[in-house]
């Protein structure tokens, strides 16, 4: 792996995890309310998306590969986290018949 790869897939991981907790901050309710299907859809979709940007934010954090440590970056792989795990457990909820 040449030495500035991995800075860029940092940067583009920080870049990613934000502009996906924004996006999914306005597009679950309004798949919500456009239909059930939909927004099952959206988050079978996005939320192993979310799972997958948090979980190589967090190693990246531990391992020291990325230079930004702070409560921020934190907070936004916390919250990738917690939507999708709210959103899954909501989906079991539903009724689709």
């Known amino acids: 792996m040449s030495p500035t790869l991995l800075p860029r897939l940092i940067v583009w991981r920080r870049r990613a995890a934000i502009a ?28 192993p998306v979310q799972f997958a940007l948090a979980g190589a934010g967090i190693l990246a954090r531990l391992l020291r590969l990325e230079p930004i440590t702070g409560a921020l970056a934190w907070a936004v792989d916390a919250m990738l986290i917690a939507f999708a795990a709210g959103a899954l457990a909501f989906l079991r909820t539903v009724s689709w018949s």
């Open 20 to 47: 996906l907790l924004v996006l999914i901050a306005i597009a679950y309710p309004i798949a919500w309310d456009a239909d059930l299907y939909i927004f099952g859809i959206l988050v079978l979709i996005a939320a």
